[in-house]
T-cell receptor
Framework: KQEVTQIPAALSVPEGENLVLNCSFT??????LQWFRQDPGKGLTSLLL?????REQTSGRLNASLDKSSGRSTLYIAASQPGDSATYLC???????????FGAGTTVTVRA | DGGITQSPKYLFRKEGQNVTLSCEQN?????MYWYRQDPGQGLRLIYY???????QKGDIAEGYSVSREKKESFPLTVTSAQKNPTAFYLC????????????FGSGTRLTVV
Protein backbone atom coordinates (compact mmCIF):
# COMPACT_ATOMS: atom_id res chain seq x y z
CA LYS A 1 0.00 0.00 0.00
CA GLN A 2 1.38 3.37 -1.01
CA GLU A 3 2.26 5.63 1.94
CA VAL A 4 2.72 9.33 1.22
CA THR A 5 4.43 11.70 3.67
CA GLN A 6 4.60 15.46 3.33
CA ILE A 7 7.08 17.47 5.34
CA PRO A 8 6.72 19.96 6.89
CA ALA A 9 3.07 19.73 7.96
CA ALA A 10 2.93 23.52 8.24
CA LEU A 11 5.08 26.41 7.09
CA SER A 12 4.92 30.16 7.71
CA VAL A 13 7.10 32.55 5.71
CA PRO A 14 7.25 36.29 4.98
CA GLU A 15 6.13 37.46 1.56
CA GLY A 16 8.81 37.14 -1.12
CA GLU A 17 10.53 34.06 0.25
CA ASN A 18 10.85 30.93 -1.85
CA LEU A 19 8.92 27.90 -0.64
CA VAL A 20 10.13 24.28 -0.69
CA LEU A 21 7.54 21.57 -0.03
CA ASN A 22 8.62 17.95 0.23
CA CYS A 23 6.76 14.76 -0.60
CA SER A 24 8.00 11.19 -0.15
CA PHE A 25 6.29 7.95 -1.16
CA THR A 26 7.08 4.34 -0.37
CA UNK A 27 6.25 2.60 -3.67
CA UNK A 28 8.29 3.85 -6.63
CA UNK A 29 6.06 2.04 -9.17
CA UNK A 30 4.11 5.15 -10.08
CA UNK A 31 2.65 6.30 -13.38
CA UNK A 32 2.60 9.98 -12.59
CA LEU A 33 2.47 12.40 -9.66
CA GLN A 34 0.16 15.36 -9.19
CA TRP A 35 0.38 18.40 -6.94
CA PHE A 36 -2.84 20.05 -5.79
CA ARG A 37 -3.77 23.18 -3.86
CA GLN A 38 -6.68 23.27 -1.39
CA ASP A 39 -8.11 26.42 0.15
CA PRO A 40 -9.96 26.05 3.50
CA GLY A 41 -13.32 24.31 3.08
CA LYS A 42 -12.88 24.03 -0.68
CA GLY A 43 -12.10 21.40 -3.27
CA LEU A 44 -8.70 20.70 -4.79
CA THR A 45 -7.16 22.60 -7.70
CA SER A 46 -4.65 20.78 -9.88
CA LEU A 47 -1.30 22.61 -10.07
CA LEU A 48 1.13 20.31 -11.85
CA LEU A 49 1.18 16.78 -13.25
CA UNK A 50 4.53 15.05 -13.74
CA UNK A 51 4.77 11.89 -15.81
CA UNK A 52 6.95 9.12 -14.40
CA UNK A 53 9.42 9.62 -17.27
CA UNK A 54 9.85 13.33 -16.48
CA ARG A 55 12.23 14.90 -13.97
CA GLU A 56 10.38 18.17 -13.54
CA GLN A 57 7.44 20.28 -14.60
CA THR A 58 7.04 24.06 -14.48
CA SER A 59 4.09 26.45 -14.49
CA GLY A 60 4.73 30.12 -13.79
CA ARG A 61 6.27 30.48 -10.33
CA LEU A 62 5.75 26.77 -9.61
CA ASN A 63 8.28 24.05 -10.31
CA ALA A 64 7.93 20.40 -9.30
CA SER A 65 10.69 17.82 -9.45
CA LEU A 66 10.37 14.06 -9.35
CA ASP A 67 12.93 11.44 -8.36
CA LYS A 68 10.95 8.24 -8.85
CA SER A 69 13.71 5.85 -7.82
CA SER A 70 14.14 7.49 -4.43
CA GLY A 71 10.42 8.11 -3.95
CA ARG A 72 10.60 11.88 -3.69
CA SER A 73 8.99 14.93 -5.22
CA THR A 74 9.55 18.58 -4.35
CA LEU A 75 7.33 21.57 -5.10
CA TYR A 76 9.10 24.93 -5.34
CA ILE A 77 7.14 28.17 -5.24
CA ALA A 78 9.20 31.22 -6.14
CA ALA A 79 8.70 34.68 -4.64
CA SER A 80 5.76 33.70 -2.43
CA GLN A 81 2.69 35.93 -2.12
CA PRO A 82 -0.11 36.05 0.51
CA GLY A 83 -2.40 34.52 -2.12
CA ASP A 84 -0.24 31.38 -2.05
CA SER A 85 -1.52 30.63 1.45
CA ALA A 86 -3.25 27.24 1.22
CA THR A 87 -2.69 23.53 1.80
CA TYR A 88 -0.64 21.76 -0.84
CA LEU A 89 -1.17 18.04 -1.44
CA CYS A 90 0.97 15.56 -3.32
CA UNK A 91 -0.60 12.49 -4.98
CA UNK A 92 1.35 9.77 -6.78
CA UNK A 93 -0.67 7.64 -9.22
CA UNK A 94 -0.10 3.88 -9.13
CA UNK A 95 1.25 2.27 -12.29
CA UNK A 96 -1.04 -0.77 -12.07
CA UNK A 97 -4.46 0.76 -11.41
CA UNK A 98 -3.70 4.51 -11.79
CA UNK A 99 -5.35 5.30 -8.47
CA UNK A 100 -4.02 8.32 -6.60
CA UNK A 101 -2.71 8.14 -3.03
CA PHE A 102 -2.72 11.42 -1.12
CA GLY A 103 -0.47 12.86 1.54
CA ALA A 104 -1.97 14.86 4.42
CA GLY A 105 -0.60 18.06 2.91
CA THR A 106 1.58 21.01 3.88
CA THR A 107 -0.31 24.08 5.09
CA VAL A 108 1.43 27.25 3.96
CA THR A 109 0.93 30.73 5.39
CA VAL A 110 2.58 33.65 3.61
CA ARG A 111 2.71 36.76 5.81
CA ALA A 112 2.35 40.18 4.18
CA ASP B 1 -17.87 27.03 -17.90
CA GLY B 2 -17.09 23.35 -17.54
CA GLY B 3 -16.70 21.88 -14.12
CA ILE B 4 -18.01 19.66 -11.36
CA THR B 5 -20.96 20.62 -9.17
CA GLN B 6 -21.46 19.02 -5.78
CA SER B 7 -24.59 19.52 -3.73
CA PRO B 8 -25.51 20.23 -1.09
CA LYS B 9 -22.56 22.15 0.37
CA TYR B 10 -23.61 21.17 3.92
CA LEU B 11 -25.64 18.12 4.94
CA PHE B 12 -26.83 16.91 8.32
CA ARG B 13 -27.72 13.28 8.92
CA LYS B 14 -29.59 11.72 11.80
CA GLU B 15 -28.50 8.41 13.23
CA GLY B 16 -29.75 5.48 11.11
CA GLN B 17 -30.60 7.64 8.11
CA ASN B 18 -29.36 7.22 4.54
CA VAL B 19 -28.32 10.38 2.68
CA THR B 20 -27.29 10.96 -0.93
CA LEU B 21 -24.62 13.39 -2.11
CA SER B 22 -24.90 14.70 -5.65
CA CYS B 23 -22.03 15.06 -8.14
CA GLU B 24 -22.57 16.33 -11.70
CA GLN B 25 -19.92 17.14 -14.33
CA ASN B 26 -20.16 18.76 -17.76
CA UNK B 27 -16.57 18.08 -18.80
CA UNK B 28 -17.43 14.97 -20.84
CA UNK B 29 -15.06 12.99 -18.61
CA UNK B 30 -15.34 9.21 -18.54
CA UNK B 31 -13.88 8.61 -15.07
CA MET B 32 -15.38 9.85 -11.81
CA TYR B 33 -14.30 9.41 -8.19
CA TRP B 34 -15.50 9.91 -4.61
CA TYR B 35 -13.05 10.74 -1.83
CA ARG B 36 -13.43 11.26 1.89
CA GLN B 37 -11.26 13.80 3.75
CA ASP B 38 -10.85 13.84 7.53
CA PRO B 39 -8.95 16.56 9.44
CA GLY B 40 -5.18 16.14 9.25
CA GLN B 41 -5.42 13.20 6.85
CA GLY B 42 -5.03 12.71 3.15
CA LEU B 43 -7.95 11.97 0.87
CA ARG B 44 -9.13 8.36 0.83
CA LEU B 45 -10.85 6.77 -2.17
CA ILE B 46 -14.39 5.48 -1.58
CA TYR B 47 -15.55 4.46 -5.08
CA TYR B 48 -14.59 5.16 -8.67
CA UNK B 49 -16.15 4.66 -12.08
CA UNK B 50 -14.39 4.34 -15.43
CA UNK B 51 -17.49 4.35 -17.63
CA UNK B 52 -21.26 4.43 -17.40
CA UNK B 53 -22.86 1.47 -15.59
CA UNK B 54 -19.51 0.42 -14.13
CA UNK B 55 -17.95 1.26 -10.76
CA GLN B 56 -15.32 -0.19 -8.45
CA LYS B 57 -14.73 -0.13 -4.71
CA GLY B 58 -11.93 2.00 -3.42
CA ASP B 59 -10.07 1.67 -0.13
CA ILE B 60 -12.97 2.53 2.22
CA ALA B 61 -16.18 1.46 0.43
CA GLU B 62 -17.93 -0.12 3.43
CA GLY B 63 -21.11 1.75 4.34
CA TYR B 64 -21.29 3.60 1.02
CA SER B 65 -22.98 2.92 -2.33
CA VAL B 66 -22.86 4.60 -5.75
CA SER B 67 -24.51 4.45 -9.16
CA ARG B 68 -23.41 5.60 -12.62
CA GLU B 69 -26.48 5.61 -14.84
CA LYS B 70 -25.40 8.70 -16.78
CA LYS B 71 -21.96 9.87 -17.83
CA GLU B 72 -22.51 13.23 -16.15
CA SER B 73 -23.69 11.97 -12.77
CA PHE B 74 -22.10 9.91 -9.97
CA PRO B 75 -24.18 10.16 -6.76
CA LEU B 76 -22.88 8.78 -3.46
CA THR B 77 -25.20 7.33 -0.80
CA VAL B 78 -23.97 7.23 2.77
CA THR B 79 -25.90 4.42 4.41
CA SER B 80 -26.71 3.78 8.05
CA ALA B 81 -24.02 1.08 7.97
CA GLN B 82 -21.35 3.80 7.85
CA LYS B 83 -20.69 4.29 11.56
CA ASN B 84 -18.53 7.40 11.35
CA PRO B 85 -19.80 9.41 8.38
CA THR B 86 -18.90 12.90 9.60
CA ALA B 87 -16.32 14.13 7.05
CA PHE B 88 -15.71 16.30 3.99
CA TYR B 89 -16.64 14.47 0.76
CA LEU B 90 -15.03 15.36 -2.55
CA CYS B 91 -16.04 14.27 -6.03
CA UNK B 92 -13.56 14.35 -8.92
CA UNK B 93 -13.36 13.45 -12.58
CA UNK B 94 -10.70 12.84 -15.23
CA UNK B 95 -10.78 12.32 -18.99
CA UNK B 96 -10.05 8.64 -18.50
CA UNK B 97 -8.69 6.51 -15.67
CA UNK B 98 -4.94 6.94 -15.70
CA UNK B 99 -2.60 9.48 -17.15
CA UNK B 100 -4.76 12.58 -16.89
CA UNK B 101 -5.22 15.48 -14.54
CA UNK B 102 -8.11 15.49 -12.11
CA UNK B 103 -10.83 18.12 -11.69
CA PHE B 104 -12.43 18.35 -8.23
CA GLY B 105 -15.77 19.66 -7.04
CA SER B 106 -16.07 22.07 -4.11
CA GLY B 107 -17.10 19.37 -1.65
CA THR B 108 -19.96 18.44 0.70
CA ARG B 109 -19.51 18.61 4.46
CA LEU B 110 -21.58 15.88 6.13
CA THR B 111 -22.30 16.02 9.85
CA VAL B 112 -24.14 13.47 11.98
CA VAL B 113 -26.55 15.05 14.47
Amino acid sequence: KQEVTQIPAALSVPEGENLVLNCSFTDSAIYNLQWFRQDPGKGLTSLLLIQSSQREQTSGRLNASLDKSSGRSTLYIAASQPGDSATYLCAPGASDDYKLSFGAGTTVTVRA
Amino acid sequence: DGGITQSPKYLFRKEGQNVTLSCEQNLNHDAMYWYRQDPGQGLRLIYYSQIVNDFQKGDIAEGYSVSREKKESFPLTVTSAQKNPTAFYLCASSQHLGNYGYTFGSGTRLTVV
